[in-house]
């Protein structure tokens, strides 16, 4: 069984570090003995097993050992940050019966609601006498869907021992790249490292601070890290990997990043929230091309698109129709190029803009645009046209003060040089807008 897995870890690693919070360490001993408290103090305020049970929080050290005593009492967990604007949509959809959080005392605190958790995948999974997990997506093409996961399927493939590195948890609480990272961690009996805020010169003054050998992150993290220079301020010699994903990877930033850092490995990861993060192993630091897979998981493209059956796969949405074929496999909705056993993500279908029949694809036009100077952030997008069908549009954020008008100049010049016709932007917005959200990722939809 997995949990028995961990606590065993737990009891083997006991005097070693097991969370670095708010500059203080915690050992795997405190997490252990937390764990067991929490479970006496959750069943004594009557949460039991198959209730659904909604927590909002972080990466502290309490909020791990809660999340392994609600885990043992076989609840179906939903996880939140603090000021997700949707937490309330969220909630409802999620039927959760308790809310906890710990309040600036670390005191748990635990709010009942009046929701009734009848959901067939609930029933499914209460049945099964196994904790649950809800994921939601960012519901950036409408209501959040709720993914309901198997949480011991999950769990399953941190039993197989492997390497920790001093790690980063960059990804959120209720993303499962960032619970990916915080499992493997601990299972290994590794240093879970927070951060106080994902700021360029933070995470590098941190990385340097703790020697930090693996920062999971996002490529628009990357970029900015870049555009501030931080990495040039502080000492980061000892890192060994970073790894990139949650949304595409521009070539030209992946160019920049092998220049700048010779020594580190970039590793691009693929991970769903519908299944999980597959192991991926790329073509070489310079390239896109990743291979996918690993135990548990298939892969095969159809029509272009990429699908994958996973023993961990969740068993459904809780409010949307299942995205699975009816022999079992995940139509992921990523268009990719196949080259033997690698494949190239050239982006979701649904942000593929057809001008006049033609395909472009936004992250190829961004990483074009992303090459010239004084761009700070660009997003691609298309709009209807009634010429073409649609056009390509680009908003751009400028890096420092310039005039619109000799940029558009530079920018169409870059354009002519680097991109087929059909794929040069029709419009050109200059913009102050922030285009990226509190996880460093690219939201593409608030200007699609």
Not at 108 to 128: M, Q
Not at 135 to 161: E, I, M, W
Not at 218 to 238: G, R
Not at 348 to 359: D, F, L, Q, Y
Request: neutral net charge.
């Amino acid at each position: 069984m997995a949990l028995d897995f961990f606590r065993n870890a737990f009891e083997e690693n006991h005097s070693k570090t097991a969370v670095v919070w708010c500059g203080s360490s915690y050992s795997y001993k405190w997490v252990l003995e937390h764990w067991k408290y929490l479970v006496e103090e959750l069943e004594e305020n009557g949460v039991k097993t198959g209730d659904i049970v909604a927590v909002v929080g972080d990466y502290s050290p309490y909020y791990i050992a809660l999340l392994f005593s609600l885990i043992e009492l076989q609840t179906i967990i939903v996880p939140f940050v603090s000021g997700d604007v949707t937490f309330e949509q969220k909630l409802g959809i999620s039927e959760a019966k308790y809310t906890l959080r710990f309040d600036q005392d670390n005191k748990l605190v635990i709010d009942r609601t009046e929701s009734k958790s009848n959901h067939p995948y609930f029933e499914e999974l209460r049945k099964a006498g196994t904790s649950g997990l809800v994921l939601f997506t960012s519901g950036t093409s409408g209501v959040p869907k709720g993914a309901v996961h198997n949480f011991s399927l999950l769990l399953k493939k941190f039993t197989t021992k492997r390497k920790s590195l001093r790690t980063i948890n960059f990804l959120m609480f209720d993303h499962w790249g960032g619970l990916n990272t915080l499992f493997h961690t601990l299972a290994n009996g590794g240093e879970v490292l927070t951060l106080e805020d994902r700021k360029p010169h933070t995470v590098c003054k941190f990385i340097e601070e703790r020697r930090v050998e693996l920062l999971p992150t996002s490529p628009t993290f990357l970029n900015f890290m870049v555009l501030s220079e931080a990495y040039k301020q502080y000492d980061l010699s000892s890192l060994k990997i970073i790894s990139y994903g949650s949304e595409p990877m521009p070539e030209s930033l992946l160019q920049r990043l092998n220049k700048i850092f010779p020594g580190i490995k970039l590793q691009q990861t693929y991970g769903l929230i519908e299944l999980g993060v597959l192991r991926s192993k790329s073509k070489d630091d310079g390239s896109l091309w990743v291979k996918l897979g690993g135990d548990g998981f298939e892969t095969r493209v159809v029509n272009g698109i990429l699908e994958i059956k996973s023993e961990s796969a969740m068993l459904g949405y809780l409010n949307a129709k299942s995205p699975f074929t009816a022999d079992g496999w995940f139509i992921t909705g990523d268009e990719v190029l196949v080259d033997g056993d690698y494949f190239k993500v050239l982006g979701r279908k649904s942000e593929i803009i057809n001008v006049g029949g033609e395909k472009v694809y936004p992250a190829e036009v961004e990483s074009v645009i992303r090459d010239l100077s004084n761009v700070l952030e660009v997003v691609v997008f298309g709009k209807k046209n009634p010429f073409t069908g649609m056009m390509v549009v680009a908003q751009i954020r400028l890096n420092r003060e310039e005039s619109h008008r000799d940029f558009k100049k530079r920018l169409k010049q870059h354009c002519k040089l680097n991109l087929k016709p059909y794929m040069i932007p029709a419009k050109i917005i200059i913009s102050d807008e922030e285009q990226f959200g509190a996880r460093a990722k690219k939201i593409r939809s608030n200007f699609s």
